[in-house]
């Protein structure tokens, strides 16, 4: 079974771009979350989401969005980028939420914003 | 709000020998789950070990084993007979038992295996 993939792997934008990364979880895993990692703050998280409904949210400005798909692929989107959301962006896919089922992690879209 | 906090930003082990990583936390829950997860350079963060914490008796997977003092709220990471392949960066984490899939992650530990 394929694992958790997240495209594209590097990307590079200016600031006041917007950006848009994808990640498409295991076969049959429903439930989708990000998390952002940075040398600074560490991981943390950004949202999840469930049969295309956002259950939770981290504390990040509204400039971050997302959303999932009927397929349980999902896209995070970050507008007016900032220098400071340079970043390692990790998707994670579960079965289902409200569970002891084991998240998978993606290996990550690293963003660099010049 | 949960908080991990792993207080070793490094730690070196020899091949062959044991090391122990440390994490505590604080929240006011009675139910919830602990993690171990390990982050190789490549960067796939893979799943080591995992605690309910209405369980008494500590997880074990192979080499790995925890030592989990609810009491306490610590939950420390042993890997015995360390190999090459357990050099990663090693995050602690906490997931509340219901309304979220959010993981609350410490800094994580470098773990260094020295040939």
């Known amino acids: 079974k394929a694992g958790v993939t997240q495209t594209p792997r590097y990307l590079i934008k200016t600031r006041g771009q917007q950006v848009t990364l994808s990640c498409s979880p295991i076969?049959?895993?429903?439930?989708v979350s990000w998390y952002q990692q940075t040398p600074g703050q560490g991981l943390q998280f950004l949202f999840e989401y469930f049969s295309e409904t956002q259950r939770n949210k981290g504390n990040f400005p509204g400039r971050f969005s997302g959303r999932q798909f009927s397929n349980s692929r999902s896209e995070m989107n970050v507008s007016t980028l900032e220098l400071g959301d340079s970043a390692l962006y990790l998707c994670?896919?579960?079965?289902?939420?409200?569970?002891?089922?084991?998240?998978?992690f993606g290996p990550g879209t690293r963003l660099t914003v010049t | 709000a949960q908080t991990v906090t792993q207080s070793q930003p490094e730690m070196s082990v020899q091949e062959a020998e044991t090391v122990t990583l440390s994490c505590t936390y604080d929240?006011?829950?009675?139910?919830?789950?602990l993690f171990w997860y390990k982050q190789p350079p490549s960067r796939q963060m893979i799943l080591v070990i995992r605690q309910e914490a209405y369980k008494q008796q500590n997880a074990t997977e192979n080499r790995f084993s925890v030592n989990f003092q609810k009491a306490a709220k610590s939950f420390s990471l042993k890997i015995s007979d360390s190999q090459l392949g357990d050099a990663a960066m090693y995050f602690c984490?906490?997931?509340?038992?219901?309304?979220?899939?959010?993981?609350?992650f410490g800094k994580g530990t470098k773990l260094t295996v020295n040939p």
């Open positions: 994670a896919s579960s079965l289902r939420p409200l569970s002891s089922y084991e998240q998978y």
């Open positions: 929240t006011s829950e009675s139910d919830y789950y």
């Open positions: 984490a906490y997931r509340s038992q219901g309304g979220s899939e959010k993981l609350v």
């Open positions: 076969s049959g895993h429903r439930s």
